[in-house]
Nanobody, 113 residues
Framework: VQLQAFGGGLVQAGGSLRLSCAASGGTFSLYTMGWYRQAPGKERELVAQLTHYGTTRYTDSVKGRFTISGDFAKSTVYLQMSSLKPGDTANYYC????????WGKGTQLTVSS
C-alpha cells in the first residue's frame, strides 16, 4: 500500500492551500483517511480525519479553517486549508486506517508571516 501526498509548499499567512493524497496498492473497506502533521521539535498530531461514513474530526487549532473531504471510491483524501498561520508550518502526513495504519511520506507546508 502506498500513499502519495501532493500540494505542500510555501504560502504567506492568511493564504490557502490544498493537500491531496491518493492510496494505491490495496483494497479497503470501511476505512478512515486523514492528515497528521509534525512540526520541528513537536510530536506528530492529528489534523483531520474522515471516515467512510462521512464523519469528520479536527484538531481544535484548525477548526473553521481546514476542511477535509474525500472520494473513497478512489481512496483519495483532500485537505483544504485556509487562513493559514505560521503555526501551521509542519510536515503533513497522509494516513489511512484499515485494520492497520498506513502512512505516506510527508509533504512540507511552510507558512511565512
Amino acid at each position: 500500500v502506498q500513499l502519495q501526498a501532493f500540494g505542500g509548499g510555501l504560502v504567506q499567512a492568511g493564504g490557502s492551500l490544498r493537500l491531496s493524497c491518493a492510496a494505491s496498492g490495496g483494497t479497503f473497506s470501511l476505512y478512515t483517511m486523514g492528515w497528521y502533521r509534525q512540526a520541528p521539535g513537536k510530536e506528530r498530531e492529528l489534523v483531520a480525519q474522515l471516515t467512510h461514513y462521512g464523519t469528520t474530526r479536527y484538531t481544535d487549532s484548525v477548526k473553521g479553517r481546514f476542511t477535509i473531504s474525500g472520494d473513497f471510491a478512489k481512496s483519495t483524501v483532500y485537505l483544504q486549508m485556509s487562513s493559514l498561520k505560521p503555526g501551521d508550518t509542519a510536515n503533513y502526513y497522509c494516513w489511512l486506517f484499515s485494520q492497520r495504519a498506513y502512512w505516506g511520506k510527508g509533504t512540507q507546508l511552510t507558512v511565512s508571516s
